[in-house]
């Protein structure tokens, strides 16, 4: 089992940043790959981003390109996700999730959840 710890989130105006911490144990944390959703109020889950076990490559959903950020320490066993130029519609709850492939379309691990609300 892998027990995923996210935290960060908060209120924050249109265009200021936020950085979301996701804090992982129970199994070796370089073995999975990572993966950050989100989930807006009458909306079903999306994805954002995710980063390979190395960290050596991430891949973004459009809407967030240029602005977010994903990045792991696997020293720290922390996943990270940078959030720039937030807009109103990036108000979610912010989850991150674990799995051992990188193109996993069903992760197998889940935190509970950070809120991220934008004020315009």
């Known amino acids: 089992q892998v027990q995923l710890v996210e935290s960060g989130g908060g209120l924050v105006q249109a265009g200021g940043s936020l950085r979301l911490s996701c804090a992982a144990s129970?199994?070796?944390?370089?073995?999975?790959?990572m993966g950050w959703f989100r989930q807006a109020p009458g909306k079903e889950r999306e994805f954002v981003a995710r980063?390979?076990?190395?960290?050596?490559?991430?891949y973004y959903t459009d809407s967030v390109k240029g602005r977010f950020a994903i990045s792991r320490d696997n020293a720290k066993d922390t996943v990270y996700l940078q959030m720039n130029s937030l807009k109103p519609e990036d108000t979610a709850v912010y989850y991150c999730?674990?799995?051992?492939?990188?193109?996993?379309?069903?992760?197998?691990?889940w935190g509970q959840g950070t809120q991220v609300t934008v004020s315009s």
């Open positions: 129970g199994r070796t944390f370089s073995n999975y790959a």
């Open positions: 980063t390979s076990r190395s960290g050596l490559s991430t």
């Open positions: 999730a674990a799995d051992r492939n990188y193109d996993a379309s069903v992760y197998n691990y």
